[in-house]
């Protein structure tokens, strides 16, 4: 029980009790523990430790109460020859509180005496930013659920959800605008929940979910999705849509474990899973995902000496004119590891990030890539992508120009990636980093445009060069209208305010003529060239510049 909380029922004279939001007991205070005695066993409904609350006027009002309603009074006598005796109702975590009070003490008690012993009780089981209960309220609900089962023979489901991409938007909008969208995230969760459902804010942008009395798994899982779905409707702040999404992990008692921790450990290795297979998603917890948390710890540990090893490497994808002729290369992050093999970047930048490994792996990518761009002829570009976690480290100019003067490479061939989540708000830092850029000759282009946030303000306001249409509009480019109409009106608006643009994920030489009848400056796909290994780059720049001079020749003989 929270420190706070205990002393408060340890030492009131109050005749206090609190009850969760099926109405059985949870906690009541010593005073009334010595006068009603055994019938304040933990659990014990409401109805039978106050049997005058069950006329249907009264249970109206409990009800209004627990629906979120303000605190009230009522009689809690039986019978009208019965002694003067009221107690006072209000909101308590998911559930209610009750103080008994007699007529001569309620005289006593001003108003603003009774809504300070609310507000004391709300504090000690409450977070004070969300309003949702807090985690130590979270335990003690949790222990309560577990001790049940053997009574009532159902199930437990523990649902712990993370939001998604959280981390980013606190860092680049900042802190307060990190709590208010965990107070609207928040507000989500409660308005979810349903009948036997209690939320808590568990930690950071950790919450969970105890949910009783369903059928199972369906219960959990039918939750989870609701959750999922509400939280993945963007939230705006000061005029900016901000997409989070969430993933969440389920684990099922007695199923999955009858102790707490098992239980908790559980839900969190699925959380995990869920987190591992793309996140927005929902993973029920079993015995297979252990051997996934084993294999991502095994990760971890070979990623810290792979740069030492020398088993990072990098692969190029071409880039090409409207006309087809080659313009240059895209680096792209591999890693042979001894035993599995190749692992791509989405399997292990993760990682980098939250082990804090990017800004040695961003330094070496920036030097090799600059290295193997000076084999090539001084007419290619080389593009190079960045991680949030690089980008926003502060270290990443001071790097680059490093990178330059080392390899002698000219800053205009060098073409950086960014993405959107790293650029929220024109922040000071954001834009310092971007003209120092732009000071050193480098260009900037903004990957993934037309996915995410894609608020035109980063248009407006950031010193982009180019930016890339995401393949997503252009899979079906052919056939979908809606697909044609955005990356059209892309492709004018980027053209207006003088930024080039680059559409990735081609892959038809009918996406490619219609791209190109539109005005769209670079294209990139596996249609036109699948990524390849350094040495490989010279044998296709020397084919690419072979096909120009016949169609060159062909052109002068027409």
């Known amino acids: 029980m929270d420190a706070l909380l205990r002393n408060i029922l340890s030492n009131t004279t109050d005749l206090i009790s609190l009850y969760d939001r099926d109405l059985r007991l949870i906690h009541c205070g010593n005073r009334l523990k010595s006068i009603r005695g055994n019938?304040?066993?933990?659990?014990?409904?409401?109805?039978?430790?106050?049997?005058?609350?069950?006329?249907?006027?009264?249970?109206?009002?409990?009800?209004?109460?627990?629906?979120?309603?303000?605190?009230?009074?009522?009689?809690?006598?039986?019978?009208?020859?019965?002694?003067p005796l009221s107690a006072l109702i209000f909101r308590a975590g998911d559930g209610i509180g009750i103080i008994e009070v007699k007529e001569a003490e309620a005289g006593e008690q001003?108003?603003?005496?009774?809504?300070?012993?609310?507000?004391?009780?709300?504090q000690a089981t409450h977070d004070a930013l969300t309003g949702l209960q807090?985690?130590?309220?979270?335990?003690?609900?949790?222990?309560q659920a577990l001790s049940e089962l053997d009574r009532s023979g159902r199930t437990t489901a523990l649902l712990q959800l993370d939001l998604d991409n959280f981390k980013s938007v606190n860092d680049t909008l900042g802190h307060g605008a990190g709590d208010v969208l965990l107070q609207l995230a928040a507000d989500r969760i409660r308005n979810t929940l349903s009948e036997g459902d209690s939320a808590y804010r568990y930690a950071g942008d950790e919450f969970a979910v105890i949910q009783s009395g369903k059928r199972q798994p369906a219960g959990a899982e039918q939750l989870a999705e609701a959750l999922v779905n509400t939280l993945k409707v963007p939230f705006v702040i000061n005029g900016i849509p901000l997409f989070l999404g969430a993933s969440v992990g389920i684990a099922l008692a007695p199923e999955h474990g009858t102790q707490s921790e098992e239980l908790m450990k559980a839900a969190d290795i699925a959380l995990y899973s869920a987190k591992s297979d793309g996140r927005g998603c929902t993973r029920i917890f079993n015995r297979s995902m252990l051997l996934l948390i084993e294999q991502r710890e095994n990760l971890r540990r070979s990623l810290r000496i792979a740069l030492e090893?020398?088993?990072?490497?990098?692969?190029?994808?071409?880039?090409?004119?409207?006309?087809?002729?080659?313009?240059?290369?895209?680096?792209?992050?591999?890693?042979?590891?001894?035993?599995?093999?190749v692992i791509p970047p989405s399997a292990f930048i993760s990682i980098a990030e939250s082990d804090g490994l990017m800004d040695d792996i961003g330094r070496w990518v920036l030097e090799e890539g600059c290295r193997q761009a000076m084999t090539w002829p001084p007419s290619l570009t080389?593009?190079?992508?960045?991680?949030?976690?690089?980008?926003?480290s502060g270290s990443l100019t001071d790097a680059l120009a490093q990178a330059i003067d080392s390899v002698g490479i000219q800053p205009d061939r060098l073409?950086?990636?960014?993405?959107?989540?790293?650029?929220?708000?024109?922040?000071?830092?954001?834009?310092?980093?971007?003209?120092?850029?732009?000071?050193?000759?480098?260009?900037?282009?903004?990957?993934?445009?037309?996915?995410h946030y894609s608020s035109l303000t980063y248009l407006k306001n950031f010193p982009f060069d180019s930016l890339k249409i995401d393949q997503y509009f252009i899979n079906d480019l052919e056939t979908d209208r809606k697909s044609q109409a955005i990356v059209r009106s892309i492709i004018a608006l980027a053209h207006g305010l003088g930024?080039?643009?680059?559409?990735?994920?081609?892959?038809?030489?009918?996406?490619?003529?219609?791209?190109?009848?539109?005005?769209?400056?670079?294209?990139?796909?596996?249609?036109?060239?699948?990524?390849?290994?350094?040495?490989?780059?010279?044998?296709?720049?020397?084919?690419?510049?072979?096909?120009?001079?016949?169609?060159?020749?062909?052109?002068?003989?027409?």
């Open 39 to 83: 019938v304040l066993a933990a659990g014990a409904s409401l109805w039978d430790i106050y049997p005058g609350l069950h006329k249907a006027e009264r249970r109206d009002e409990i009800h209004r109460v627990l629906g979120g309603g303000s605190p009230t009074r009522v009689d809690l006598r039986r019978l009208p020859s019965d002694p």
């Open 110 to 122: 001003t108003a603003a005496q009774m809504q300070e012993h609310v507000m004391l009780i709300h």
């Open 134 to 143: 807090n985690r130590r309220r979270f335990g003690e609900r949790l222990q």
């Open 309 to 341: 090893r020398r088993e990072l490497f990098l692969e190029y994808q071409p880039l090409f004119s409207p006309h087809l002729s080659l313009v240059g290369f895209e680096a792209l992050l591999r890693w042979n590891h001894p035993e599995i093999g």
């Open 382 to 392: 080389i593009a190079i992508n960045l991680s949030p976690a690089q980008f926003l």
């Open 415 to 451: 073409e950086l990636e960014i993405t959107e989540t790293v650029l929220l708000e024109k922040t000071v830092d954001n834009l310092d980093t971007l003209n120092t850029l732009n000071v050193l000759g480098v260009k900037i282009s903004l990957d993934d445009f037309g996915t």
């Open 499 to 558: 930024i080039s643009v680059t559409a990735e994920g081609v892959e038809t030489t009918g996406q490619a003529r219609w791209l190109a009848q539109q005005g769209c400056d670079c294209l990139q796909g596996n249609y036109l060239g699948r990524p390849m290994s350094a040495q490989a780059t010279h044998d296709f720049i020397r084919n690419s510049q072979a096909k120009l001079r016949v169609k060159e020749q062909q052109g002068r003989a027409l």
